[in-house]
């Protein structure tokens, strides 16, 4: 059952990450959309063709789906797109740690609020 909640929670997590809704994930993976509509609320029994769907249209590898704590994947997504800010390739290697590090420290307190 721990499996069923996990993967409900990182599916809401990574749909929302990747700013897509329901239905454009259900047309993205041609998963019916009451099928992710049950996934999401940590019910039904998934094969391992719609896992195999989920993750290739979440961008993410199939262990992320059910993974205790997708933070670290979150981080995957993020991060190529904070250090794409303007400024950032011009900040000394220093500051751009002290940036990377920030930056995770803000994602882990916005999903930890999250999950309260």
Known sequence: MKYLHRLA?????????????QEDLSLNTEISLSVLRELEHGRGNPTL????????????????????????????VYLPLFKQLNGFQSLSPENQAA??????????????????
Request: glycine fraction near 2%; charge should be neutral.
């Open 9 to 21: 929670r990182n599916i809401k997590s990574l749909r929302a990450i990747h700013a897509l809704t």
């Open 49 to 76: 063709s719609t896992l195999e769907r989920l993750a290739d249209g979440l961008d993410v590898d199939l262990s992320s789906l059910l993974a205790e704590n997708c933070k670290l994947h979150i981080m995957d």
């Open 99 to 116: 940036a990377i590090q920030s930056f995770s420290d803000f994602i882990k307190i916005v999903f930890k609020t999250q999950q309260h």
